[in-house]
């Protein structure tokens, strides 16, 4: 079993910058595709960002693209999300997840683990 925990979400202004970070534990990480998902009030899950086993790979939602960053660090069981310039629909609570294929880090197949999630709220 993945536990999977992400921190880091809080209370913003537009334009301002937070990193999201996603521990892991009781897994092998460094075989999982990671991907980041954000859920708007009243809405789904929306993927934001991908990023492969090895970090080589990464894919992101176009409203996030060019301010977004997604990186790990595998030593450390660790998954981040740098966002910069912030936007009040940035808003909403954000996963991290772990799958198996980048498939299902991106949600197109669910994935095999969810984290709690933490808030993130943009401010005008």
């Known amino acids: 079993q993945v536990q999977l925990v992400e921190s880091g979400g809080g209370l913003v202004q537009a334009g301002g910058s937070l990193r999201l970070t996603c521990a892991a534990s009781?897994?092998?990480?460094?075989?999982?595709?990671m991907g980041w998902f954000r859920q708007a009030p009243g809405k789904e899950h929306d993927s934001v960002a991908v990023?492969?086993?090895?970090?080589?790979?990464?894919y992101y939602a176009d409203s996030v693209k060019g301010r977004f960053t997604v990186s790990r660090d595998n030593a450390k069981e660790m998954v981040y999300l740098q966002m910069t310039n912030l936007k009040p629909e940035d808003t909403g609570v954000y996963y991290c997840?772990?799958?198996?294929?980048?498939?299902?880090?991106?949600?197109?197949?669910?994935?095999?683990?969810w984290g709690q999630g933490t808030q993130v709220t943009v401010s005008s």
């Open positions: 997840a772990a799958g198996m294929t980048e498939a299902q880090a991106m949600g197109v197949i669910p994935p095999d683990y």
């Open positions: 009781g897994g092998t990480f460094g075989s999982y595709a």
């Open positions: 990023i492969n086993w090895s970090g080589f790979t990464t």
